[in-house]
């Protein structure tokens, strides 16, 4: 994607378009399907009705998800290639505070694609100087109700985890990991996606900026509330709609 | 993408992935630059807040856009790859209905990639047994206030033409046709691009859904009206409020 490698920083989407290049970088080492790319632009389209940033709502919501995972007894992060590609070194420092595993698992499994995005986070971690275990390169369990690839983990991973952090999952895998009992944590710019209102805690918001507020929020033990999902995924709807009415 | 090859027509959203299909094929053809997957996706997204249909006021103004083309004394179709891959052969007959010529206009300007549109138009002329005139291989003039390869187009296509129809435009070249004192017909899923609000008529919806009802308008001659741009797009807008409101 060489007519992308210079950025104005003056330009008005500058960090969206940053985002952006990551992807396409990603997509170049081979950790990506084609369709990360399409599922991009579809969260994209979400971020710019939003305004690219973190609403009140969201805010709200990753406060919540932090609290969830610290008082989590066996935590995991789920993370397919677009998360790793935008956000795995963040999401590797919030694996060595939680002290728990990443689970690598992608919608589309080949073996070269899993290779690369494992060496990706082994990589960082080793930059990092973390020692965040990296799963998913050999699964030995199934989730129940999800045929090919995407019902393969690891037993000791997400499998047998209470609490999970899906960033960008798709709706059927979303629905089983909660018919599993598991609190189930989405990341989706999407606010009225399966996921988004399958899940115990959705984030309407850019999974990079979520990860960098998690690492903040962590550290600060938040408490769990009764949180109302519908309501949080609703008050981001009302964002959406205050952009759009009037407008002419 | 051989992970979409084949698609359920049982889905619910099968006609979008047929459309991404579409796209992911000219990929592989390199018909297209890989921003071209992330355009796509932002338009999927903003058809999936339509309801992946073609709504009563883009259908007025599909019908607008015919008459006005029909009217024009030199209507020029002006096609990037996107539209090109979607809807080649929809905006042939469109071209050879109207008697004028396609100018292919792409923001990432490869003599590769240029080679690859024209061959591929090319050879849907001969399919459908038209003999509609493809321009843009040759440019000879420049739309003013436009820098680089944008700028460059034909002489006697989009230069001279006093009615263009640009189906996905960036809002920078919609603006530059605009101040030249052109006729702009844009499609663009986004009802609050610049594109759109910069227009003379702004359809909003889905390229091909556009194309098929253009092929019906345009041997109906309909008269051209005072179109009013901001009505349609604000129309566009409450159906999107509409979807989003209260869902939860």
């Not at 989730?143 to 960008?168: S, W, Y």
């Not at 399958?198 to 009764?226: H, S, W, Y």
Request: overall charge negative.
């Amino acid at each position: 994607m060489n007519e992308e490698e210079v950025v104005d920083p003056e330009h008005p989407r500058y960090q969206s378009l940053m985002i952006r290049k990551k992807i396409a970088e990603a997509g170049v080492k081979g950790m990506l399907a084609d369709s990360a790319m399409i599922a991009h632009g579809r969260g994209e389209a979400f971020d710019y009705l939003l305004g690219e940033q973190t609403i009140p709502s969201a805010l709200d919501a990753t406060r919540e998800a932090a609290a969830r995972l610290v008082k989590s007894n066996k935590p995991v992060l789920s993370l397919n290639g677009n998360a790793i590609a935008l956000a795995g070194q963040e999401f590797l420092t919030i694996a060595s505070q939680l002290g728990c595993p990443i689970e690598i698992n992608i919608f589309y499994r080949t073996p070269q694609r899993m290779g690369a995005l494992i060496g990706h986070l082994k990589m960082l971690n080793q930059k990092l100087d973390l020692d965040v275990e990296i799963m998913g390169g050999i699964p030995d369990a199934r989730i129940p109700g999800l045929e090919g690839p995407r019902g393969a983990c690891q037993q000791d991973g997400i499998f047998e985890a209470d609490t999970v952090l899906v960033p960008l999952e798709d709706g059927d895998r979303c629905e089983a990991l909660m018919a599993m009992g598991k609190t189930v944590l989405v990341i989706d710019l999407n606010p009225i996606s399966r996921s988004s209102r399958g899940c115990t805690v959705g984030i309407v918001d850019e999974v990079t900026r979520v990860a960098k507020n998690l690492i903040q929020f962590i550290p600060q033990k938040p408490a769990a509330t009764d949180w109302n999902n519908d309501r949080g995924l609703q008050s981001a709807l009302d964002h959406i709609v205050e952009t759009m009415s009037n407008r002419f």
